[in-house]
């Protein structure tokens, strides 16, 4: 069973960037990794995922409402992923979840991933 640590949440204020990382221990780092987010009152939903598609081992793919400004990245060497987020808007305020797929290909549904961080705070201030 692989336990996740996510770090690097806080308060931001709008436009501000933040780096979230998520460690990885037990084994080595799954080949889908994914972040997803859940705001108060509403459902977890799915941020990025880095994983296989097709013969691409590091695809990445991103909900559209953070594509352009979130991007995903592993350290297979530190045994971390990363979410590097950027032009941050107070809708982006969740906590933010660091989460693990035994499978291969990429994944968007949450019950792909069977191993969950404990989350992070995200806060974007107007």
Partial sequence: QVRLVESGGGLVQAGGSLRLSC????RPLSAVM????QAAGKEREFVAASGWRGFTRDATDYADSVRGRFTISKDIAKNTV?????NL???DTAVYYCAARDGL???RDRNAFGSWGQGTQVTVSP
């Fill in 23 to 26: 460690a990885a221990s037990g």
């Fill in 34 to 37: 994914g972040w997803f987010r």
């Fill in 82 to 86: 990363a979410l590097q987020m950027s």
């Fill in 89 to 91: 808007k107070p809708e």
């Fill in 105 to 107: 290909d990429l994944a």
